[in-house]
């Protein structure tokens, strides 16, 4: 009997956060815009970190002769919009505003939870001019 319930626990432990938003790909949202994230309620206790990140669309490549692997810049910013988010809220609202004036096609966003060792994104979206 205990061997049985161990593999359930793991099994429990190793799904993944379901989001349920359909970003479109390339698509843009307007600063002041209400974005509601939205996932599948999970009956759970722990808690996630949630973060906004930005990024070049288009990175700068800075040694292009690194070994067999170049070395690029994405100019990365985390903003954490959520230190403890409750896996059962089943959503998040972030009122939607350029990180150091980062909007249009040069730059991509991207919501990520971070929970355990895991760590999940939806798709990328821009932020309007």
């Known amino acids: 009997m205990k061997l ?4 359930a626990l793991l099994a429990g432990a ?3 956060i379901q989001f349920l ?4 790909v390339d698509a843009y949202y307007a600063v002041g815009t209400p974005f509601v994230l939205e996932w599948v309620p999970e009956d759970r206790t722990d808690t996630f970190q949630l973060t906004v990140s930005t990024y ?3 990175p700068i490549l800075l040694n292009p002769n690194q070994s067999q692997f170049p070395e690029y810049d994405w100019k990365f910013e985390n903003i954490i919009l959520g230190e403890a988010v409750k896996f059962s ?8 505003e350029p990180v150091d004036g ?6 991509r ?3 990520s939870v971070h929970y355990d060792t895991t760590t999940e994104s939806p798709r990328s979206f821009h932020v309007q001019p």
């Open 21 to 24: 938003n359909d970003i479109p």
């Open 4 to 7: 049985l319930t161990i593999p």
């Open 109 to 111: 966003y991207s919501f």
């Open 102 to 107: 980062r909007t249009g096609d040069g730059y």
């Open 89 to 96: 809220d089943g959503s998040f609202t972030w009122v939607v």
């Open 56 to 58: 070049l669309s288009e």
């Open 14 to 16: 190793a799904q993944a």
